[in-house]
């Protein structure tokens, strides 16, 4: 299982090209950035990272193959934006549905999560607060910190979309080999700004949101904290106060499975990461065990189908 990190010869600014076939191992491919991915949907996983790390300024397409449920938190004193690449399903952060011509933005220092379909495709700048500040006094563009850091996502007009888009597909082109620096910075830092200019905030619309999204948080609070107990869903709605029904819609809207497979999926990811961390003297079983799989076939045969191989391949593969 690969975590294949391509370098650019010495003394040259090329895009720096990261690859992975298992999805923590990619999210930790991503400078700088805390985060933990659980896949959702079934088969083998791919990612690959294009960044370009500047002073102050990140500029980087992730490509991931299948769907994933993402906890991300950016460095401190930073603002991040994501850009979802055209003609793609939609994604979700924070619950909140991402359209075409949405992006995303949070602060630095701030938890948030991602909800991503197969196949994904996004572009993300994250920029210093004082260097976009600065940049932002210079050029005469007020900047509302309100709608940056509070709201998740924004609205942009489709031709700025278009043409931000465009910046970064040349900018981040592994043939890109002649622009200095320099004037790569000041091109996204111009491209940030012009796409501040024209954001709009894109709030939740309804108090139902928020209240789903409560519902939510505390049941996989609960759940985190439970995670090799056998948890039902009576238990979940006696947590949460709300009816299986209404636990069951917040968890669709909010996150796109039910709470079962939720509980399901975070219970194989994490037992996936177990494996990989694993000591030399550890089997699959007894991690099984841990993570309350106790019907081993059973585990393995979904093991296999959300993750493509076995969990003994996945022991075997990492520590070889």
Not at 89 to 103: A, C, D, V, W
């Amino acid at each position: 299982m690969s975590n294949l990190m391509i370098d650019a010869p010495k003394g040259c600014f090329y895009p720096h090209v990261s690859e992975a076939h298992d999805a923590d191992l990619h999210a930790s491919n991503l400078t700088n950035w805390q985060q933990e991915y659980d896949q959702t949907s079934r088969g083998s996983f791919y990612g690959r990272i294009v960044e370009l790390p500047f002073d102050g300024l990140q500029v980087f397409c992730e490509h991931t193959s299948q769907a994933l449920q993402q906890k991300c938190v950016v460095w401190p004193d930073s603002v991040w934006l994501g850009i979802p690449l055209a003609d793609q399903e939609e994604s979700r952060i924070n619950g909140l549905t991402i359209h075409p011509n949405n992006i995303m933005c949070r602060p630095g220092d701030c938890d948030f999560q991602l909800s991503t379909p197969q196949d994904y495709d996004l572009y993300g700048l994250v920029v210093d607060q004082s260097k976009l500040m600065k940049m932002a006094l210079i050029h005469g563009v007020d900047l509302n910190w309100t709608e940056l850091t509070e709201y998740g996502r924004l609205g942009v007009p489709d031709k700025t979309l278009e043409e931000v888009r465009f910046l970064l597909a040349r900018l981040l082109s592994v043939q890109n080999k002649t622009t200095p620096p320099r004037l790569q910075q000041d091109i996204v830092m111009m491209a940030l700004l012009e796409v501040l200019k024209v954001e709009t905030p894109q709030p939740a619309k309804t108090q139902s949101y928020y209240h789903r999204k409560k519902v939510v948080d505390c049941a996989r609070q609960f759940l985190d904290r439970h995670l090799d107990e056998p948890v039902t869903v009576t238990q979940l709605c006696e947590i949460t106060n709300v009816s299986r029904r209404t636990l069951q819609y917040s968890f669709e809207s909010i996150l796109g499975v039910s709470p079962i497979q939720y509980l399901r999926i975070s219970r194989l990811n994490g037992v996936r990461r177990s494996l990989v961390q694993a000591k030399s003297d550890q089997s699959v079983s007894d991690i099984a065990a841990q993570w309350g799989f106790w019907h081993l076939s059973q585990f393995a045969k979904d093991y296999k189908q959300l993750f493509g191989e076995t969990p003994s391949k996945t022991l075997t593969g990492l520590s070889g």
